[in-house]
């Protein structure tokens, strides 16, 4: 028993120092950067079909759009928004139990045809699998819309 709880002690120490890393994100060339090869990020500007999340199609304007997404954000409980740029948001988002953190962007490209696009990635900064919990994440704001 003594064995184990250094392990874990160290386990944790480990974990929470990741969670601290922030991972160099942002819009390139119009483009959110890609998800890593783990299953815990889903991205709408991505052909690979783990990852892929349809964007949020909003009929307004991309000022409406980005007004009523930063409410919803505010809403979130476990949500701190970090940038609030006229094309570009970014959140993150930490756990209760573990207070592991969650990288959420949402990026507005040019409105089309009377409609606004926002493109959309979600990240895990650590671990492998995050049980859906991105995806899950980005369908409860897309409902809300």
Known sequence: M?????????SMIM?????VTKPD?????????????????????????????KPIHFTG??????GLLLQILESEKQAKILIAQENYIRVEFTST?????????????????????????????VGYSDLGANRKRIERIRSKF
């Open 61 to 66: 304007t991309k000022q409406e759009a980005k």
């Open 97 to 125: 139990l573990f207070r592991f953190v969650d990288d959420v962007e949402f990026y507005f490209p040019k409105r089309q045809a009377g409609e606004t696009v926002i493109h959309i990635r979600s990240a895990s900064r």
């Open 15 to 19: 974990l929470t120092g990741c969670s």
């Open 25 to 53: 994100l942002g819009v390139d060339n119009g483009e959110l950067m890609p998800c890593p090869k783990t299953p815990n990020c889903v991205n709408s500007q991505t052909e690979n079909e783990e990852h892929y999340i």
């Open 2 to 10: 003594n064995k184990l709880n250094p392990l874990v002690l160290v």
